[in-house]
């Protein structure tokens, strides 16, 4: 993209543009604040055929698998809450024969993920895994889901994950430019190794902000822009779940959903009307207050809570003067990068 404000979009063209039938598509959240608007978008235009990461597959994942758009699931939990008897989208689908799954413990998936956000091809975990059904029981992983090695330098027999680097990463934060730099506070598991593990990335943001606003926070940014390929504002993007900093959980909608899902009929019904029967977010809220008021999605909203400011003010001089020009050269940047082209030394 040659412009940031060309990573601007809605949800419909940032779905259209990056999700593929078939790519590895992986939930960036972890239980909290999930990407609702973006999962809601991509059972929206039908996409299918996906191998599924999430590292908490609360509604987000049953709402994929219920909307048949996933063919493999690689997780550390799913939401089961009638267990065998079939109580959720899930549950079903593997009854069913139409998903495969494999489980990994909480660190196991996350090291996959820090492996691929590395540029590894495997990394050691924890051996004590060996003596349960997680490492015993294989999937459609067979053999790559762990395997031993022998360490180079001691011999000592060591277990390993492959890394993971999912096609398409989507992921809700509490904010981002236009260029893309996200920034997310709060329980963070593997929503950061998710991303950068991920060959493309699609970001969705309670608010777009200026520029400036990211650099008074350099330590909340956790996606930097060049690997950002989509900037998406949606206000109310992570609802039913929480967003630090905007609103709590909502535990009506939530057990409005819950019940829906116990059965796959009324898991249709739920997403004609939540899903399907609304185009976008704002659809959906409207048709929330619409039919439940305000009230609810009011007493929900985050109190101010603010942290202490930090000093990032520089104990050196800067390089650069108030105009952008370099101090000793008096050249601005994008003058010093017209002389490296013309000398053949600027690698775009």
């Not at 490492?135 to 790559?144: L, N, V, W």
């Not at 330098?153 to 996200?182: E, F, M, S, W």
């Not at 039913?240 to 019940?259: K, S």
């Not at 909203?301 to 105009?323: L, V």
Request: glycine letters at 10%.
């Amino acid at each position: 993209m040659n412009s940031a404000n060309e990573k601007i979009m809605t949800p419909k063209e940032a779905i259209s543009r990056f999700v593929q039938n078939g790519d590895q598509l992986v939930i960036g959240n972890y239980t909290v604040g999930s990407c609702a608007e973006l999962v809601y978008e991509v059972i929206r235009q039908g996409k299918k055929g996906f191998t599924l990461y999430s590292q908490s597959g609360i509604f987000d994942v049953e709402v994929l698998v219920g909307a048949g758009c996933v063919e493999k699931l690689v997780t550390t939990y799913v939401m089961r809450p009638a267990g065998k008897k079939g109580g959720s989208a899930v549950e079903r689908a593997l009854q069913a024969g139409t998903i495969q799954m494999e489980d990994y413990t909480n660190f196991d998936y996350n090291a996959r993920m820090v492996a691929g956000m590395h540029g590894l091809s495997f990394i050691q975990v924890l051996e004590g895994v060996m003596a349960t059904d997680l490492f015993r029981k294989r999937g459609f992983m067979g053999e790559d889901k762990f395997r031993v090695i022998d360490c180079p330098y001691t011999g000592k027999k060591l277990l390993t994950v492959p890394a993971a680097n999912p096609d398409v990463c989507i992921v809700h934060v509490q904010r981002a430019d236009k260029h893309g730099n996200a920034q997310y506070w709060g329980a963070l598991g593997s929503v950061a190794a998710a991303a950068l593990a991920s060959k493309k990335i699609i970001v969705s943001c309670e608010e777009i902000v200026e520029h400036d606003i990211i650099q008074s926070s350099p330590h909340l940014t956790i996606i930097p822009a060049y690997r950002v390929d989509a900037v998406v504002e949606v206000p109310w993007g992570a609802h039913p779940t929480e967003v630090l900093g905007h609103y709590n959980i909502d535990f009506f909608m939530y057990g409005l959903f819950m019940m829906a899902d116990s059965t796959a009929e009324g898991l249709k019904d739920w997403m004609d009307e939540w899903v399907y029967g609304c185009e976008n977010r704002a659809a959906y809220i409207d048709r929330y207050i619409g039919k439940f008021g305000s009230s609810v999605l009011d007493s929900i909203k985050a109190k101010p809570f603010y942290s202490a400011p930090a000093n990032y003010g520089a104990a050196f001089t800067s390089r650069w003067d108030r105009d952008g020009r370099e101090i000793f050269t008096g050249l601005t940047l994008p003058e010093m990068e017209t002389i490296l082209k013309e000398r053949g030394k600027f690698y775009e």
